[in-house]
């Protein structure tokens, strides 16, 4: 899970308090800001949405299609 290894990273980020962790704590700060970007949230949020809707063979491709459209009216917002 992603937000979970977020937590995970920040949580050692915070543990870095030595002088010479500096240079590996402003190098997980680049990767905490990578992962809290927006572009990143929405392949996350796709990548769900694929998983979630369009691989479940349980849903008719009308239901898929409703779920489409609300998941893309949220994106287009």
Do not use: G
Not at 47 to 63: G, H, N, P
Request: charged content about 30%.
């Amino acid at each position: 899970d992603a937000h979970r290894a977020l937590e995970l990273l920040e949580e050692y980020h915070s543990q870095l308090m030595q002088p010479q962790d500096r240079p590996l704590r402003n190098a997980i700060e680049r990767v905490i800001r990578v992962f809290k970007s927006r572009l990143f949230q929405a392949l996350l949020d796709i990548q769900e949405f694929y998983e979630t809707t369009l691989l479940d063979d349980t849903k008719s491709a009308q239901q898929k299609t409703f779920e489409t459209l609300q998941v893309v009216s949220k994106w287009e917002q």
